[in-house]
């Protein structure tokens, strides 16, 4: 992992540096793929890292080497768990802008900063509850690219898809992340002024 | 000029800078003229915030030291 020269115990001195610098990005990144998994697809990325440690010819890439695997071990746990989302109905979900949907219900009558207060009333655990709702082929490149920083042709390259797909399903992902917040805001009171 | 809907579309790859430059000049000029579609801009990056925000987060002790600990016993 280091260079041509290393022994076999400098490769796993640097493999458990580098786990240990990652650590708190890879569980941050499990949390929003697969909730409360996130421990276990974290264990399970670290496993199959260490058996694949043979495979890593450039240091600076182990980073992303190690995200890449954490991202298929969260896909995997998430398939294996064979969550059901919530059925989509796409021409609805096509047309629905949440900005409207708030502007046209109003939901706090009261408020100067009507969007803000909605999107206000989401904590953390809210926001994974929600994406935890969408197919996972939404839902993966939604939270790798705008929660977790990654590129879209990183994202496209770990999902072993072209990048014109990952611009689709992302498209495809905000709509129904937009939908999704409104009906579980109905669903769990976020949208009752006297509770904020 | 573009419709509402047709600048809406793409007002996240415009964030992004994912568009060309037609498409960028086509939405800007929406833009400029389109309070409404402003909001939709405004809220857009709001929403991007908001997802951007939650995907931070400590990792608990218990969790660290338990990862630590398979860390240490692999191999």
Known sequence: MAGVQVTRADQREDFRRLVRAELPRLYAIARSLVGADAEDAVQDCMVKAFERLDQVRDPAAGAAWLRSILVNCCRDRGRARSRQPVPVDWGEAEDFSLYRKIAYEDPFPYSDSLHLDFLQGFGREDVHAVLLRLPEIYRVPLVLVYMHGFLTKETAAILQVPLGTVLARLHRGRKLFEKQMWDYAEENGLLKEDVR | ?75
Not at chain 2, 7 to 20: I, K, Q
Not at chain 2, 40 to 67: C, H, K, M, Q
Request: charged share 35%.
């Open chain 2, 1 to 75: 000029m573009i419709t509402c809907s047709e600048a809406v579309r793409r007002l996240w790859e415009y964030l992004d800078a994912m568009v060309d430059e037609a498409d960028r000049e086509a939405v800007e000029e929406h833009l400029s003229l389109c309070r409404r579609c402003c909001g939709e801009l405004e809220f857009a990056v709001e929403l991007r915030r908001l997802l951007l925000g939650s995907g931070r987060g400590d990792i608990p002790t218990d969790v660290l030291r338990r990862l630590n600990q398979t860390l240490e016993e692999l191999g």
